[in-house]
């Protein structure tokens, strides 16, 4: 399993509408095209205006390909359009790749 943490440098005043995005429509979004979402965070610092998640899939070429049907989407593209109507939600996106390690069960 591959396990992708994207950390989202969010644009100031943007980050009510950023969880809004996820939570009434992206989420289940990604799951339409096979990529499930398992954990959701915000920064304790609010001024760091940064929002994390962590995205699972089962290698990097199906990450590749699942995300290149999401952005193509036309309800994302749709939907991007309408919440960025007032200027963009995200400054930056950062995605670092992880895997599990064999010595560390968790119970």
Known sequence: ????????????????AIQARFRDHVIELFSKHGMKITHFW????T????LYYIVE?????????????????????ELRRVTEADGALVEKQESIYMKNVPFFKNN
Do not use: I, S, T
């Open 42 to 45: 915000d920064d304790v610092d």
């Open 57 to 77: 899939h089962e290698n990097m070429e199906l990450r590749e390909a699942n995300y290149e049907r999401f952005r193509n989407d036309p309800e994302w593209l």
């Open 47 to 50: 001024d760091k205006n940064q």
């Open 1 to 16: 399993m591959l396990y992708e943490l994207r950390v989202y440098h969010v644009m100031p005043g943007k980050m009510q």
